[in-house]
């Protein structure tokens, strides 16, 4: 199965009642490992990586790559490519040229009339090719690649009708006591949640999913929650197999045996969250 669109996907998940898994990948390694992962739990969901991360390789280079995994895989779940927190219309470009299949501007760090803006810019740019776009209205705390946000400012249910009409974002990604990274604990405010959700013509997202309790992400999944991100503990996993490597033998070489280990430690992980946040519901 090629890519599919972030239409087609979000579609996919209403039609069963899923929040969809969205897991951060950076290189060959963790992309063949979450594809592995939603193969293996016949569940579709979305690979994403950053704008920051994309420093490491290019919007092409991801997307050939995801592309001739899943093509080497036969893999016949559903499955987006996304750009995760991009932080310029630039970013936004590159990836939709190079195949993406579903893009985030994150312009959430701006004063509401900007961010509006920006987001603007970018989805006039994104629905030409039918590609659909994720916004950000609120502050995440928490350490997000390189960015350590100065405030915490949840999200304002009185700002998000007025933000997704002018937008015409598709989803949007929401802060409710959610945080990045492993760090901080997060404190779900399902009241703002509900008059959030009550407010918003298009699903919401969560991210930071690595630190939210399972039992929370379904609850929340009730409130047009329709795709969480997971990027901290499939790194977790990755890093630790080499470490352990390391740690056992100082001498170590084998490259392909440990990165061998790593991809199956992250299947591990990818397949135990789609497990727990979809109560165990796989889809034939």
Not at 3 to 24: I, Q, R, S
Not at 65 to 70: A, G, I, K, L
């Amino acid at each position: 199965m090629q890519l599919v669109n972030g239409y087609e996907l979000m579609k996919y998940a209403k039609e069963n009642h899923l929040v969809l898994p969205a897991f951060n990948t950076t290189d060959y390694e963790m992309t063949l490992a979450i594809v592995k992962a939603f193969d293996k739990m016949r569940l579709g969901g979305y690979i994403q990586i950053s704008s920051h991360n994309l420093k490491l390789s290019s919007p092409e280079i991801i997307a050939n790559m995801t592309r001739e995994v899943m093509q080497r895989e036969d893999i016949s779940v559903p499955i987006s490519l996304h750009l995760d927190h991009g932080k310029s219309f630039e970013d936004v470009k590159r990836c939709i040229d190079a195949g993406f299949t579903s893009v985030m501007v994150d312009s959430s760090q701006l004063p509401f009339e900007e961010n509006v803006k920006e987001v603007r810019k970018a989805a006039n740019y994104a629905h030409y090719f039918g590609i659909p776009v994720e916004a950000e209205l609120g502050g995440i705390r928490g350490k997000e690649d390189d960015n350590v946000p100065d405030s915490n400012a949840k999200t304002d249910p009185e700002q998000v009708y007025d933000f997704v009409e002018r937008t015409k974002c598709d989803s949007l990604a929401v802060a409710i006591g959610n945080v990045h990274g492993l760090a901080l604990s997060p404190q779900l405010d399902f009241t703002l949640l509900k008059k959030v959700a009550k407010a918003s013509p298009v699903p919401l997202v969560l991210h930071g999913g690595s630190g939210i309790p399972f039992d929370q992400v379904r609850r929340a999944k009730e409130n047009n929650l329709i795709k969480v991100n997971y990027g901290s503990d499939l790194r977790k996993s990755y890093i630790k197999t080499f470490g352990k490597a390391y740690d056992l033998n100082h001498n170590e070489f084998a490259l392909y045996d440990v990165a061998k280990q790593s991809v199956q430690n992250v299947i591990d992980t990818a397949t135990s969250i789609i497990t727990e946040i979809n109560v165990k519901k796989q889809i034939s």
